[in-house]
């Protein structure tokens, strides 16, 4: 069976710091890119970090670039995001997310989410 389950979210203040873990199992998960999304209320979900499958690469969107670090350990299937210097735009429910594309068919797993919230 499939899991991605998140942990870590809560309550910080502006400027605090937060790291997020997904635990993974029922997948090969060193054979997927890991990605962390949130969704703000009202709005749309956002991509917000990615990590390519063996964790040599990563992209972020531009909003928390320099901020957040995206992570993997293979050996433990979990994929982390540190958040640092929050402020409230980061406000969200941040869900993971596994996905395959190569070989097909395409394969996209998600977490249940965590609340992360950022008080001013």
């Known amino acids: 069976q499939v899991q991605l389950v998140e942990f870590g979210g809560g309550l910080v203040k502006t400027g605090g710091s937060l790291t997020l873990s997904c635990a993974a199992s029922g997948f090969a998960f060193g054979s997927y890119a890991m990605y962390w999304y949130r969704q703000a209320p009202g709005k749309e979900r956002e991509l917000v970090a990615r990590?390519?499958?063996?964790?040599?690469?990563?992209n972020y969107v531009d909003s928390v670039k320099g901020r957040f670090t995206i992570s993997r350990d293979n050996a433990e299937n979990a994929v982390y995001l540190q958040m640092n210097s929050l402020k409230p735009e980061d406000t969200a429910v941040y869900y993971c997310?596994?996905?395959?594309?190569?070989?097909?068919?395409?394969?996209?797993?998600w977490g249940q989410g965590t609340q992360v919230t950022v008080s001013y």
């Open positions: 997310n596994a996905r395959r594309t190569i070989p097909p068919p395409v394969r996209d797993y």
């Open positions: 990590i390519s499958n063996g964790g040599s690469n990563t």
